[in-house]
Every structure is written in C-alpha cells, then in structure tokens.
C-alpha cells in the first residue's frame, strides 16, 4: 500500500519567516495530495491540496509544489504568524476512492 | 465544505464494553471514513462506510471488532467492541463531497477505556 513520509517532525521559525515541509510518498498511482492543519483538540482542516495534473498552487499565503517524477511534495508558508502554529499533515490517495495515507505530521512553532 | 457532526464527543468505557459513535453531515456526500488518532499521533484509516452495503476495511482493522453502519448518505456509525486500554483514542469520520473530492472531518471522539 501507499507510504508517506513527512519531514521535519518538529519545525520552529520566527514570525514572519518562510516554513517549508515536504513529504514523499511510494505509489506512483497517487494523484491527490491535501494538506491538513491540526490545532490542539481540534478537528483536521483542509488548508489546500494539489492533483497530479498541476505542479503547483497557491493561495495567499500558503503554497503547494507536486514533483510526480520524484514522488515528493511540499507545503510552503511564507509570512508565519503565531496562528499558523498548529500540527500540519499531509496525505495521498490514488484514483477516486479517496482513501488517504497521511504522514506523521509535523508541529510548526511560530515565535513572535 | 460540508458541516461533520459526531456524537459523543467523549466517553470514558469500561473495558470489555462497546460504545457506538455517530457522525452526521450536512450535504449528501459520495464517500464516508473512519480513522483513529492516537494522542500526539498521526490520522489512520479504519475503513470506508458503504451506504446500504458492508464496509471496506484496512488492513489491522476487522469488522467483528469495529463494526460500521452507513443507512443513507448523510449517517455513519462506528462501534467500538469489546473494548480494552488499547482502544483509548479519537475516532474521526470524514465525507467527501461531490464537487472535487475534498474530505473534511467530524471534530472527534475522545475515547478512554479504563
């Protein structure tokens, strides 16, 4: 089955810093990659996501970049506040049932 | 996005019990999950509720011991049998809705078998 790798587990950035954190996943077949953001207790919540026909999106402050060929992706998130601390995950599925495999996540610490 | 609803939003069970979890959404939604979040760790895939049919489950997870109803589109159950200590986690359900495919989650159950 499908297996994703997140890193780093732990990232601390100063705020208004860039925050990078990249996955790479095994199935070729993959072709939809969400990102999920994880406050304390609270519910998983969808911040953007990427399908395997495009290479990159971007909303505001937040991007993400799909490279099929190596099999890696990664969520970039440029001016950090301390709000954009949180647990982010990401994930693959193949085809339309969706199924994810998430990575391990990574805690983003942003310091005022 | 589609609005997740569960019930309850926590439980403390004996070992040995069974506790059944509900989860509502507000829109028809094509696909319904089940995961488990042990604290401090990553999302796991229990199974995928089926309307009206058996659910698909992954592998390590079995029906006799989690056992999913799913009676129309917008209700799931899961239940959690026979419980012991190693059952202490937060289940989530998920839907996917029928424009692009985005999943989005219920806010959990807290779950401590004592």
């Not at chain 2, 939003?9 to 059944?20: H, M, V, Y």
């Not at chain 2, 760790?41 to 199974?47: E, F, H």
């Given at each position: 089955g499908e297996n994703v790798e997140?890193?780093?587990?732990?990232?601390?950035?100063?705020?208004?810093?860039?925050?990078?954190?990249?996955c790479?996943y095994s199935d070729?077949?993959s072709?939809y990659f969400?990102?999920?953001?994880?406050?304390?207790?609270?519910?998983?919540?969808?911040?953007?996501?990427?399908?395997?026909?495009?290479?990159?999106?971007?909303?505001?402050?937040?991007?993400?970049?799909?490279?099929?060929?190596?099999?890696?992706?990664?969520?970039?998130?440029?001016?950090?506040?301390?709000?954009?601390?949180?647990?982010?995950f990401c994930a693959a599925a193949i085809?339309?049932?969706y199924k994810l495999t998430f990575g391990?996540?990574?805690?983003?610490?942003?310091?005022? | 996005?589609?609005?997740?609803?569960?019930?309850?939003?926590?439980?403390?069970?004996?070992?040995?019990?069974?506790?059944?979890?509900?989860?509502?959404?507000?829109?028809?939604?094509?696909?319904?999950?089940?995961?488990?979040?042990?604290?401090?760790?990553s999302l796991t895939l229990?199974?995928?509720?089926?309307?009206?049919?058996?659910?698909?489950?992954e592998?390590?997870?079995?029906?006799?011991?989690?056992?999913?109803?799913?009676?129309?589109?917008?209700?799931?159950?899961?239940?959690?049998?026979?419980?012991?200590?190693?059952?202490?986690?937060?289940?989530?359900?998920?839907?996917?809705?029928?424009?692009?495919?985005?999943?989005?989650?219920?806010?959990?159950?807290?779950?401590?078998?004592?």
């Amino acid at each position: 089955g499908e297996n994703v790798e997140q890193h780093p587990s732990t990232l601390s950035v100063q705020e208004g810093d860039s925050a990078v954190i990249k996955c790479t996943y095994s199935d070729s077949a993959s072709n939809y990659f969400p990102w999920y953001k994880q406050e304390l207790g609270k519910r998983p919540q969808l911040i953007i996501d990427i399908r395997s026909n495009v290479g990159e999106k971007k909303d505001q402050r937040i991007a993400v970049t799909l490279n099929k060929t190596a099999k890696h992706f990664s969520l970039h998130i440029t001016e950090t506040q301390p709000e954009d601390s949180a647990v982010y995950f990401c994930a693959a599925a193949i085809g339309s049932n969706y199924k994810l495999t998430f990575g391990k996540g990574t805690l983003l610490t942003v310091n005022p | 996005s589609a609005v997740i609803s569960q019930k309850p939003s926590r439980d403390i069970c004996q070992r040995g019990t069974s506790l059944t979890i509900q989860c509502q959404v507000d829109s028809q939604v094509t696909m319904m999950f089940w995961y488990r979040q042990q604290p401090g760790q990553s999302l796991t895939l229990i199974a995928t509720a089926n309307q009206g049919s058996e659910a698909t489950y992954e592998s390590g997870f079995v029906i006799d011991k989690f056992p999913i109803s799913r009676p129309n589109l917008t209700f799931s159950t899961l239940t959690v049998s026979n419980m012991s200590p190693e059952d202490s986690s937060i289940y989530l359900c998920s839907g996917t809705g029928t424009g692009h495919g985005e999943q989005y989650f219920g806010p959990g159950t807290r779950l401590t078998v004592t």
